[in-house]
């Protein structure tokens, strides 16, 4: 039986190619993941390490507060301490040659990190020049060096709480990822000697303070005795805890990334499943006279059964070894899609562990063993008399009525948790909806493809001719084939086109959520402060070119038993609003009668509350105690995030720590370059303020939208891939069964023409109707979750149609070219040949 098992693999060994290369591809999938994360997570170990180099301990305020200089003169008589050196840092400024702060409209800010005196305690390094080693000195990174084109000995001036000073360049240091991760506004770095930086920022206490032990001394006892020594108002770490710390931070994050990935690899594997599930179906029905023969001269059922699993298990084997030298390919991709989000860590060597071997050639022979397992079970039932039949044909089986059952089932259950996700708004009822769908579909799908094949045959005019209405009925006669054919690039589809619309729904309610908060060009707001300087927004309020300049200052407190969005508003807002300047839709009551002691609140707030005009509501809850206000207006839609909207002084008297913003809009007929020149020249003497624009800000957070579904769409192309060569698959393999058949009918009088035609309208119409029913449940799955989001603000549905439209297009291309050499094996048969032929 073994060498039976190995004759059926050589024999049929050109059949399998597809089978082989969809393997190679889920298992390539997974191991790169293995080897990529692997990698990076070495690569993010030692760059995180880096911010602790030279140090045995760390003393760190336990109250996340700071140190000054009593704890700093502590810790340097503490006995055994040879070097005492305090870190610090914080958001800065760096102001151009116009002495306006670098890329104001991009809202991108530097971290100023602190340089020590001590060169053990340097843990940055400098990647040209040198590092700051005197007051008055500074480094910065090698992207801002180069976007102010600096050269060494050049002045950088430094603006921060409102001071300013002026440094000389010495070079450009590289920070390494502890620094990079402590600046979350995506700006550079700029490294500045300890008191220097200090001075800057108010002469402000320290973040902690690094030990280095004298000769002798442990890092064990160096924590002990600085503990004793400070009190119990601080925590003294090891230097060993500290990377013990960053290395668990690092496989945390890893972790994460990697677990993300094998989701993908999982999808492509099961995709991979259908793929080789269909393959062995074929290739069992094909061979009916062979393993009947085999029963004919003694094998039992249980022979043929773990022959056929055999066949299984050499295919994923062999398979396997291969994908795990796809794997690095699959990691060298993964490291340039990263890069080309912005990623500058990127690995930069791979490596294969023992541990990654085994689960990648584990991984593809289970799942190739398992995806054999029905086929190997329908190869027990082929009955020994088959081996008198003529030829081996595999019967169009009508789809069970049991599984048609439990698609219905699985239906109704997954509508209901995709019911109960909207409701409750629960992400776990929308999980388990969208599998249970997915489930019914999968189960569903041979009932389904006969009709919609049928439909989508005679909408498309495939019908009118004779080729198109062969190839729609060979596409339909086994529904079975067909579904596990079209369910693979269904799961692939529906990903993505669920991934698709969710991007395009959050980049619409994001839009419009700041179209509705910024319904201007610009906002004015202060990198250090809570207040923009009046004096800046009567500078504005002078200039012809601007017309509106709106000052509000906004809190978030508990208003009404939910978190809600308190805006206090001047009158400079107030004429904007009368003015229809700053639209905003009232449903009720005006905003003209807006005055101390009255609000206007939105919708939702109303809709919850049961507000209405004279109603008053107590802000009490979230602020300052104060008299309820009167309700004088409603604004918004029921689907907006909850607002209210008060007066510039009211708001002040109730809520505390309010964040103020300043929004300009052009005059008429000035350009917004114009008005951006007029904006910045108001605040040049300020140089904490930000000047953010509507359009860039937009920009800003949906290119983050789009970076993630580009990742998405590239790790969802495999399985597609995948999908796609199934089809290609399936098809060459019933070009093969179906010589006969071609054969007559090009006797009857098909042209060669004609058969390719039919062959390729076959390919196409399984790939749209895969491709259609992928983007159907991927829509209706988009749609359930919007809704679901909605306290995420998700108030906008919004279909991506062009890039759906494009995507159902390339499916249709990709089947069509999956059709050309099978097209072409069949147009050339001998047709005496093949009407004598027994397969």
Not at 387 to 403: D, E, F
Not at 413 to 438: I, K, R, Y
Not at 556 to 571: F, K, L, N, P, Q
């Given at each position: 039986m073994l060498r039976a098992s190995l004759s059926g693999l050589l024999s049929y060994r050109g059949r399998l190619t597809a089978t082989v290369l969809a393997i190679v591809l889920g298992v390539g999938f997974v191991t790169g993941t293995l080897v990529f994360t692997d990698a990076l997570r070495t690569t993010f170990y030692d760059r995180f390490a880096q911010a602790e180099r030279g140090v045995d301990a760390a003393v760190t305020a336990r109250d996340d507060g700071r140190l000054d200089e009593t704890a700093l003169d502590a810790a340097r008589a503490v006995p055994g301490v040879a070097v005492a050196e305090p870190r610090l840092a914080d958001q800065v400024r760096i102001l151009d040659r116009d002495g306006r702060p670098h890329a104001p409209d991009r809202r991108e800010r530097t971290l100023g990190i602190s340089v020590a005196s001590d060169p053990r305690l340097r843990w940055q390094d400098a990647t040209s020049g040198r590092l700051p080693a005197a007051a008055g000195e500074i480094a910065v990174d090698a992207a801002t060096t180069q976007q102010l084109g600096l050269r060494e000995g050049d002045s950088v001036r430094i603006a921060a709480e409102g001071r300013v000073e002026t440094f000389t360049f010495v070079g450009t240091v590289d920070p390494g990822l502890g620094a990079a991760f402590l600046n979350d506004e995506g700006g550079g770095v700029a490294a500045i000697p300890t008191e220097s930086l200090r001075r800057l920022l108010g002469?402000?206490?320290?973040?902690?303070?690094?030990?280095?032990?004298?000769?002798?001394?442990?890092?064990?006892?160096?924590?002990?005795?600085?503990?004793?020594?400070?009190?119990?108002?601080?925590?003294?770490?090891?230097?060993?805890?500290?990377?013990?710390?960053?290395?668990?931070?690092?496989?945390?994050?890893?972790?994460?990334?990697?677990?993300?990935?094998?989701?993908?690899?999982?999808?492509?594997?099961?995709?991979?499943?259908?793929?080789?599930?269909?393959?062995?179906?074929?290739?069992?029905?094909?061979?009916?006279?062979?393993?009947?023969?085999?029963?004919?001269?003694?094998?039992?059922?249980?022979?043929?059964?773990?022959?056929?699993?055999?066949?299984?298990?050499?295919?994923?084997?062999?398979?396997?070894?291969?994908?795990?030298?796809?794997?690095?390919?699959?990691?060298?991709?993964?490291?340039?899609?990263?890069a080309s989000l912005g990623a500058d860590d990127a690995p930069a060597s791979f490596g294969l562990t023992p541990a990654t071997v085994l689960i990648g050639v584990a991984t593809g022979l289970a799942v190739t063993v398992v995806a054999a397992i029905l086929p190997a079970r329908k190869a027990t039932k082929v009955a020994?008399?088959?081996?008198?039949?003529?030829?081996?044909?595999?019967?169009?089986?009508?789809?069970?009525?049991?599984?048609?059952?439990?698609?219905?089932?699985?239906?109704?259950?997954?509508?209901?948790?995709?019911?109960?996700?909207?409701?409750?708004?629960?992400?776990?009822?929308?999980?388990?909806?969208?599998?249970?769908?997915?489930?019914?579909?999968?189960l569903g799908s041979p009932h389904l493809v006969g009709p919609a094949g049928?439909?989508?045959?005679?909408?498309?005019?495939?019908t009118r001719r004779v080729p198109g209405r062969l190839a729609v009925a060979n596409a339909t006669r086994n529904p079975r084939r067909t579904a596990a054919t079209t369910t693979a690039l269904m799961i692939g589809v529906t990903l993505l086109s669920a991934f698709a619309t969710g991007a395009a729904s959050l980049k619409a309610s994001v839009t419009a959520a700041i179209a509705q908060q910024f319904p201007v060009e610009f906002a004015l707001t202060n990198s250090f402060g809570e207040t923009v300087p009046r004096a800046v927004v009567e500078r504005l309020r002078e200039r012809g070119d601007l017309d509106v300049v709106a000052l509000q200052r906004t809190a978030?407190?508990?208003?009404?038993?939910?978190?809600?969005?308190?805006?206090?508003?001047?009158?400079?807002?107030?004429?904007?609003l009368r003015g229809g300047a700053l639209p905003q839709p009232v449903t009720a009551g005006s905003l003209g009668d807006l005055r101390d002691g009255t609000v206007a609140v939105s919708a939702r707030l109303a809709a919850d509350d049961g507000l209405t005009l004279g109603d008053t509501l107590d802000t009490a809850a979230g602020g300052r105690r104060a008299e309820p206000l009167r309700v004088v207006a409603i604004y918004g839609s029921a689907d907006a995030p909850s607002s209210i909207h008060l007066t510039l002084d009211e708001h002040r008297r109730r809520f505390e720590g309010g964040f103020e913003t300043v929004l300009v809009s052009a005059a008429p007929g000035v350009s917004a370059a114009a008005a951006r020149g007029a904006v910045l020249d108001a605040a040049s003497a300020y140089p904490d303020l930000d000047v953010g624009d509507q359009a860039t800000y937009v920009e800003r957070l949906t290119s983050a939208v789009n970076g993630l579904l580009a990742l998405v769409g590239g790790m969802l192309a495999l399985a597609i891939a995948i999908a796609l060569l199934g089809i290609a698959n399936t098809l060459g393999l019933s070009v093969v069964e179906r010589v006969r058949e071609s054969a007559l009918l090009r006797t009857l009088g098909l042209t060669r023409v004609q058969l390719r035609a039919m062959l390729a309208a076959e390919a196409v119409l399984t790939?749209?109707?895969?491709?259609?029913?992928?983007?159907?449940?991927?829509?209706?799955?988009?749609?359930?979750?919007?809704?679901?989001?909605?306290?995420?603000?998700?108030?906008?549905?919004?279909?991506?149609?062009?890039?759906?439209?494009?995507?159902?297009?390339?499916?249709?291309?990709?089947?069509?070219?999956?059709?050309?050499?099978?097209?072409?094996?069949?147009?050339?048969?001998?047709?005496?040949?093949?009407?004598?032929?027994?397969?």
């Open positions: 002469a402000r206490g320290y973040d902690r303070i690094d030990l280095v032990a004298g000769d002798g001394v442990g890092q064990a006892a160096l924590r002990r005795d600085a503990a004793e020594a400070l009190g119990g108002a601080v925590t003294v770490r090891t230097g060993d805890e500290l990377r013990q710390r960053a290395a668990e931070q690092v496989a945390s994050q890893a972790g994460q990334l990697n677990t993300v990935l094998l989701l993908f690899g999982g999808v492509a594997l099961l995709v991979a499943a259908f793929v080789i599930y269909n393959t062995f179906t074929i290739l069992v029905a094909q061979r009916s006279r062979q393993l009947a023969l085999l029963r004919c001269v003694g094998a039992a059922r249980g022979q043929v059964f773990r022959t056929v699993l055999g066949e299984a298990a050499v295919l994923g084997l062999l398979s396997s070894l291969l994908g795990l030298g796809a794997g690095f390919g699959v990691a060298l991709g993964l490291r340039q899609l990263l020994p008399l088959a081996a008198m039949r003529s030829q081996a044909v595999a019967s169009a089986t009508r789809p069970g009525w049991v599984a048609g059952t439990a698609a219905v089932l699985l239906l109704l259950a997954g509508a209901g948790a995709l019911w109960l996700a909207v409701a409750a708004g629960s992400v776990v009822a929308l999980f388990a909806g969208g599998a249970l769908t997915a489930g019914s579909l999968v049928r439909l989508l045959g005679t909408v498309s005019g495939l978030t407190s508990e208003i009404g038993g939910g978190r809600t969005t308190a805006i206090g508003v001047d009158g400079g807002y107030l004429d904007a790939a749209i109707l895969g491709a259609a029913l992928g983007l159907g449940l991927g829509l209706v799955f988009a749609r359930v979750a919007v809704a679901a989001g909605r306290d995420l603000d998700l108030t906008v549905f919004a279909v991506p149609v062009g890039q759906l439209a494009a995507g159902v297009a390339g499916a249709a291309v990709i089947g069509l070219l999956a059709s050309i050499l099978p097209g072409r094996a069949a147009a050339r048969t001998d047709l005496v040949g093949a009407m004598a032929a027994e397969r």
